[in-house]
């Protein structure tokens, strides 16, 4: 698999990835233009492995609210 794309809302998606200029895959939040990376994957593989992990499973978009200590 190249890649995969969850959507989390509007105009936002969770996406496993190869980037330009690295040979290992990276998860992150993509929104527009914008690709903020969360982890680089060891390989493939574990992309492969988070994409059937996430089959099924649903997700549901919320909005983040700042909270006070």
């Known amino acids: ?3 995969f794309r969850v959507g989390l809302g509007p105009d936002r ?3 496993a990835t ?3 200029g690295h040979k290992k ?3 992150g ?3 527009g233009n914008t ?3 969360l982890a680089e994957f060891i390989s493939d593989a574990d992309m492969d492995a988070l994409f ?3 089959q099924g499973v649903a ?3 919320f909005t983040p609210e700042e909270v006070s200590p």
Request: no cysteine; charged share 10%.
């Open 35 to 37: 690709f903020l990376a």
């Open 25 to 27: 895959p990276y998860l």
């Open 1 to 3: 698999m190249s890649a």
């Open 52 to 54: 059937e992990a996430l």
């Open 13 to 15: 998606d969770l996406v």
């Open 18 to 20: 190869h980037v330009p």
């Open 59 to 61: 997700l549901i978009p």
């Open 29 to 31: 939040i993509q929104s």
